[in-house]
């Protein structure tokens, strides 16, 4: 159904407050496909960009779409906004004053301070301030914090912005007292809106960083916490009454509200799982939902068996949720490690949002140690997150006389078992184009080159095919895959390809996905190989990367998040439908700060 442009504007909006700039993004692209035209549209296609960490490519989105030239100064201002942040992009907590690039300070300094002179707004003038500083012209930043905060006493629109401009002030001046009395009132407002307090206090602390000020004082404007929930299930055979339930869940929003959780991340088995999902859609939280295989095969095996009443609870709760995902579109058929797996993924979806949102996150986990030896997930990924530096909070889960399990009935599964693991498949554009004499080059000088790099991860991939230009492989971690992925681009990008007789260079395409997959005998082949329908998920993602571009999947970015390693970096690249109508799926750019093998670099 086509919605009206004030629906569409209404639905985005609810996205940018709670942060979620995701679906922003996918809400913003498809409002521009319906008007194209329509400057705010626009706007909060290439603002929300700019929020997926994809700044220089919202930057060249905005000049696109001309909105450079448009009427109202605050879409104008969106250019200036992007520039500071390019300049951010190479500022943290370790950065000394005297290694950053001021030339990009300045430049960002130099449009805020114009726009200030065409509309005399505080807004302009601090941000110039703040820019100015950090580009060493101490005495302009002071002179423009001075103006910013007369003009602030003055603003009688929305009060966030106009304290949250003094606070930056006072920072910027020093005046420390006059900072903590104003940020306590900045904290008082814009509850609602976890994104804008996320951007202030990121900001914020940054000028702490600069000016030797504790970050400390930024505590009351920290955005709301997200968790990642799991726990005990409930069945039949784990049975909870009715006051217990009441109590539990008495104790979960207790935690809840105590440590300001507002977005959560988990599934939705019966048991504690539902518990958790229904205390944050009680108390006003944002619910999403992650589910290891479909929902209703889900439902039969994880809510079903504990009767009716969950299974009512759990439709209630994938109604109201504000994302229900799917770890993969596989079936059960039996395999437990997919509930390992989902939680990896849900895991990594929190952590990967609360950086997004500069937020804290914590673990709220219902254990009973009694019940340890039959709660081995519950355990490992209580292991998994601390193994991250991530708290964990437990929730005391009531004592439980476990019964002996109800005799299943016997399913006609599989014997195979499948296993979660990174995925990747590359071609490469214009192969198809090459003469005899350029396939002789693509063999006897590219290929050597491109074995060197899995050479170089022979220990760690699990499998590796080749069909013409064609690569499939697998390994066990994401950041693995990635890592090579970044390789063998880099050795097509950076080979002299001048001797083919081709209008084009070559560029690969890489699609990277992290599913569930069989190690399977091909007697054909004579030899193992890895298949499912996650594999083939992954060759239809590759034919629609852009040449010279790494695809990654929600899950893979996920578990590269999990896996804690930190060097990749990933820009949203919006909800892209697959080959040949396999589906769509959102899709992230891969980037990362990881160095080839020494034995490239001299190629």
Not at 336 to 365: H, P, W
Request: aromatic share 10%; charged share 20%; with cysteine.
């Amino acid at each position: 159904m086509i919605q009206s442009p004030e629906e569409l504007k209404a639905k985005i909006l609810s996205a940018q407050k709670s942060g979620d700039y995701l679906n922003e993004y996918d809400l913003a692209r498809a409002a521009i496909k319906l008007h194209p035209d329509d400057e705010f549209f626009q706007y909060c296609a290439v603002l929300a960009l700019s929020r997926c960490n994809a700044k220089q490519r919202a930057l060249d989105t905005f000049y696109s779409y001309k909105l450079h030239n448009s009427e109202s100064e605050y879409i104008r201002a969106l250019e200036a906004r992007i520039l500071k942040d390019l300049a951010f992009l190479s500022v943290d907590e370790s950065t000394s004053p005297m290694s950053l690039d001021t030339g990009k300070f300045y430049a960002a300094a130099r449009t805020y301070q114009k726009a200030y002179e065409q509309t005399g707004g505080h807004y302009s003038a601090i941000n110039a301030a703040t820019l100015y500083l950090l580009a060493g012209e101490t005495e302009l930043a002071n002179l423009l914090a001075t103006s910013a905060i007369g003009l602030a006493l003055k603003d009688e629109g929305p009060q966030y912005f106009s304290l949250a401009t003094r606070a930056e002030a006072y920072l910027l001046l020093n005046r420390e007292d006059a900072a903590r009395a104003v940020i306590a009132e900045v904290a008082k407002h814009n509850d609602q809106n976890l994104l804008t307090r996320a951007r202030t206090h990121h900001q914020l602390k940054l000028i702490c960083n600069y000016q030797r000020i504790g970050v400390d004082i930024l505590d009351p404007i920290l955005p709301e916490t997200v968790i990642h929930y799991c726990g005990h299930a409930f069945y039949n055979h784990h049975p909870i009454d009715a006051q217990a339930e009441n109590e539990l869940k008495a104790q979960m929003e207790k935690v809840l509200t105590e440590n300001h959780c507002t977005i959560a991340y988990g599934s939705l088995m019966a048991g504690s799982d539902i518990l958790f999902a229904e205390s944050i859609l009680k108390l006003g939280g944002e619910l999403n939902i992650w589910l290891p295989f479909g929902q209703d095969s889900f439902c039969d095996v994880a809510v079903r068996p504990a009767g009716q009443q969950w299974v009512d609870r759990f439709h209630a709760c994938i109604k109201k949720a504000n994302t229900v995902s799917f770890a993969t579109e596989s079936d059960f058929l039996g395999d437990e490690s997919l509930f390992g797996y989902c939680s990896d993924v849900t895991m990594g979806m929190a952590i990967m949002r609360a950086n997004s949102l500069g937020s804290k996150r914590m673990q709220l986990a219902v254990l009973n140690p009694n019940l340890a030896k039959q709660s081995r997930g519950t355990i490992s990924n209580i292991n998994k997150w601390n193994g991250l530096g991530h708290p964990t909070q437990l929730v005391p889960s009531p004592e439980i006389s476990p019964k002996p399990p109800a005799q299943k009935s016997r399913q006609d599964y599989p014997t195979n078992r499948r296993e979660p693991h990174a995925i990747l498949f590359s071609d490469i554009r214009g192969y198809s184009k090459l003469t005899d004499r350029d396939i002789l080059w693509y063999y006897n000088v590219l290929h050597p080159l491109l074995s060197k790099v899995t050479a170089e991860f022979k220990s760690d991939i699990q499998h590796i095919d080749t069909w013409g230009d064609a690569i499939f492989l697998v390994t066990e971690k994401a950041s693995t895959a990635a890592k090579i992925a970044v390789a063998l681009n880099t050795v097509l990008a950076e080979i002299d390809q001048s001797k083919l007789s081709i209008k084009e260079p070559l560029m690969m395409r890489i699609g990277l996905h992290f599913g569930p997959v069989y190690k399977l005998y091909d007697h054909l082949a004579e030899c193992y190989t890895y298949s499912s329908n996650d594999v083939t998920k992954t060759a239809r993602i590759e034919p629609v990367t852009p040449p010279g571009e790494i695809f990654g999947t929600e899950p893979f970015v996920a578990m590269l998040e999990l896996e804690g390693e930190g060097w990749a970096n990933f820009e949203y690249a919006g909800t892209i439908s697959s080959a040949k109508d396999f589906g769509a799926f959102r899709m992230f750019h891969i980037r990362t700060r990881y160095q080839p093998p020494a034995l490239l670099c001299s190629l």
